[in-house]
């Protein structure tokens, strides 16, 4: 049974920090692409930033220079270090591992930038 758990989230003030994980399990981690998208109300789900099986990334203009996504595949552990954060940032984060037609999805995690 394949699992994405996501944790990490929470309630920071514009210009905070969070990182948050997201640790698989019932999948050969190393093999699948990672990406973390978000759902702000309203809106459609949207990417944010993803890393390949080697290591490369690519990241939503939005955060761009803000956020950094990391893989540690000895942990079966994918991050976002989400820094310089602003209220727009607020959303639902969902960690996504995909490979070819293998597509799987977290439960969610909230993150709200307020003061």
């Known amino acids: 049974q394949v699992q994405l758990v996501e944790s990490g989230g929470g309630l920071v003030q514009p210009g905070g920090s969070l990182r948050l994980s997201c640790a698989a399990s019932?999948?050969?981690?190393?093999?699948?692409?990672m990406g973390w998208y978000r759902q702000a109300p309203g809106k459609q789900r949207e990417l944010v930033a993803a890393?390949?099986?080697?290591?490369?990334?690519n990241y939503a203009d939005s955060v761009k220079g803000r956020f950094t996504i990391s893989r540690d595949n000895a942990k079966n552990t994918v991050y976002l270090q989400m820094n310089s954060l602003k209220s727009e940032d607020t959303a639902v984060y969902y960690c996504?591992?995909?490979?070819?037609?293998?597509?799987?999805w977290g439960q969610g995690t909230q993150v709200t930038v307020s003061s």
């Open positions: 996504n591992a995909n490979r070819w037609n293998d597509d799987y």
């Open positions: 019932g999948i050969v981690f190393s093999i699948y692409a």
């Open positions: 890393i390949t099986t080697n290591g490369g990334t």
